[in-house]
């Protein structure tokens, strides 16, 4: 793949990315660039499942 000579990388990211937060008990929020991501599950046994929230 191969961008033609006008190309220019144009960074994107949010004020918020780093920033994660408890919504709930079971409910982990946080944000990467400018995606979304939770955590859902069950904090007594661990087992969570990844949630790809977009932006």
Known sequence: MSY?????????????CGVG???LVDLYCHTIQIVNICLVGNPETKDFVLVDAIM
Do not use: E, L, Q, R
């Not at 033609?4 to 918020?16: E, L, M, V, W």
């Open 4 to 16: 033609g000579s006008d190309y220019k990388f144009i960074p994107a990211t949010s004020i918020a």
């Open 21 to 23: 937060m408890n919504v």
